[in-house]
């Protein structure tokens, strides 16, 4: 199959090189010049684990290119995908379009013969309509079906996600649409993968019912561990026990900071301005907005109480910085309340991650960026574990204890055994445990 993938941020890169690892001829299609450029010299903009790889095997065996102008790709294309940022509108929460609407204008007048127009972005339920609409009204006798196919890709492990996914949604009743898409996805079947087609609305909500849902997830078990910090309870037992009931299930029952990242801060508000304008508001997922949103907010305190609540004139050394590990995504990260909370109540900011500084030097003033988690430590009244880095949970905790000024140690994350941190001689707090 031909495939144009508008857009090379995450979710068009990632797509585009599994779809050329199936075989298919793709072409990646991006406005951004020096982004164009640096892909076609190789470098990959974006930290994912293994997709550097990925992108130079598919290029060296001809499936996958770059371009700037996607008219030759658009015109030659069976499929093409929208892949562009729908990020939070300011304002009013709703997700901006704009891209998609600009990239449907693009493709209304470039498409030759039967195409399908794939919107792999996260839209609004109706989004598909609208792209139709603007295809169809500059181009009556246009030959093409819009069709929802929503990513359910985790940063950090994308590619595995792509190539066995837990199932693909398809949204579109066109039979000839549904034979591309069965296609495209043909190199599933020896995986037995479910592809579920629906049609195209119910598609699109499922992408957001998802995301929410497991948002909502995270913020009850972080609501669980407050409790059980009150009433002396292990949040880690409890996650064990509630999880290992098939009705839920252990995934995302990990205590923490809050959620980030690109996907869940945006959908879950997106969701309910779809729901509120629709005249029927989602609850559960307003609630679990501003739960979240105070938690964030809250974890500077967490780590004044460690200090007896005074932070003026101490050093705080922040390790990890980026939303979850294995990416370079400072998007919602939890870093970006609690750093600025900390500066504010008068500490010292000393940081290290080992993929997001670049990013974060631009996000974070005021923090100053180290070149290794002991280099962050030296000197600090208290070291403080925000994102669970590999390289976090395995620290010479001994080297650790002759760095710093106070062994004082703050585990957002609950890396780390309680018994283990106090049997060295550090005051250690963690999440929803004694």
């Known amino acids: 199959m031909r495939v144009a993938m508008i857009g090379t941020g995450?979710?068009?890169?990632?797509s585009g090189a599994c779809f050329a690892d199936f075989g298919h001829d793709v072409i990646c299609v991006d406005k951004d010049p020096s982004k164009?450029?640096?892909?076609?010299?190789?470098?990959?903009?974006?930290?994912?684990?293994?997709?550097?790889?990925?992108?130079?095997?598919?290029?060296?065996?001809?499936?996958?290119?770059f371009a700037l102008d996607g008219a030759e790709a658009i015109r030659t294309a069976d499929a093409v995908?929208?892949?562009?940022?729908?990020?939070?509108?300011?304002?009013?929460?709703?997700?901006?379009?704009?891209?998609?609407h600009a990239a449907a204008e693009e493709i209304a007048g470039l498409i030759e013969g039967f195409t399908v127009v794939v919107t792999k972005s996260t839209v609004p339920v109706g989004t598909g309509d609208e792209i139709e609409r603007i295809i169809r009204e500059r181009r009556p006798d246009a030959d093409f079906a819009v069709v929802s196919n929503p990513e359910f890709l985790r940063e950090g492990a994308a590619i595995e996600d792509f190539k066995r996914p837990d199932r693909v949604v398809v949204g579109t009743d066109d039979p000839r649409a549904q034979t591309v898409m069965r296609e495209l996805y043909r190199p599933l079947n020896l995986n037995e993968t479910p592809i579920l087609f629906t049609g195209r609305r119910t598609s699109e909500l499922i992408k957001y019912a998802a995301n929410a849902f497991l948002a909502m997830k995270i913020t009850f078990i972080n609501e669980m561990a407050d409790l059980c910090e009150v009433v002396g309870a292990d949040v880690q037992q409890v996650a064990r026990g509630i999880g290992l009931d098939k009705r839920i299930g252990a995934k995302f029952l990990h205590a923490g900071p809050g959620y980030g990242g690109s996907c869940f801060p945006k959908d879950t508000l997106a969701?309910?301005?779809?729901?509120?304008?629709?005249?029927?508001?989602?609850?559960?997922?307003?609630?679990?907005?501003?739960?979240?949103?105070a938690r964030k907010k809250a974890m500077a305190g967490k780590v004044a109480a460690a200090l007896d609540g005074e932070l003026k004139g101490k050093t705080v050394a922040l390790l990890g910085l980026t939303f979850k590990p294995n990416t370079d995504d400072m998007r919602d990260a939890p870093s970006l309340e609690v750093a600025p909370a900390l500066i504010a109540m008068g500490a010292t900011v000393q940081?290290?991650?080992?993929?997001?500084?670049?990013?974060?030097?631009?996000?974070?003033?005021?923090?100053?960026?180290?070149?290794?988690?002991y280099e962050a430590v030296e000197g600090a009244d208290v070291v403080v574990i925000l994102t669970e880095w590999d390289?976090?949970?395995?620290?010479?905790?001994?080297?650790?204890?002759?760095?710093?000024?106070?062994p004082v140690m703050v585990d957002l994350r609950?890396?780390?055994?309680?018994?283990?941190?106090?049997?060295?001689?550090?005051?250690y707090a963690s999440i929803g445990r004694a």
């Not at 640096?38 to 130079?56: C, K, M, Q, T, W």
């Not at 609950?414 to 005051?427: C, I, K, Q, S, T």
Request: aromatic letters at 6%.
């Open 414 to 427: 609950n890396v780390y055994r309680p018994e283990d941190l106090r049997a060295r001689g550090f005051r």
């Open 36 to 65: 164009i450029e640096r892909l076609e010299r190789g470098e990959i903009p974006i930290f994912e684990p293994g997709l550097d790889d990925l992108v130079a095997a598919n290029v060296r065996g001809g499936r996958l290119s």
């Open 81 to 100: 995908f929208i892949a562009v940022g729908t990020p939070s509108r300011r304002g009013d929460g709703h997700a901006d379009l704009s891209y998609v």
């Open 10 to 14: 995450y979710v068009g890169l990632v």
């Open 391 to 406: 390289q976090f949970r395995a620290l010479d905790l001994d080297r650790v204890k002759l760095l710093v000024r106070q």
């Open 271 to 293: 969701l309910v301005r779809t729901a509120t304008d629709a005249g029927s508001p989602v609850r559960l997922i307003e609630t679990t907005v501003a739960i979240n949103d």
């Open 351 to 373: 940081a290290f991650d080992p993929e997001g500084m670049r990013e974060a030097s631009k996000l974070l003033e005021g923090v100053v960026f180290k070149d290794g988690p």
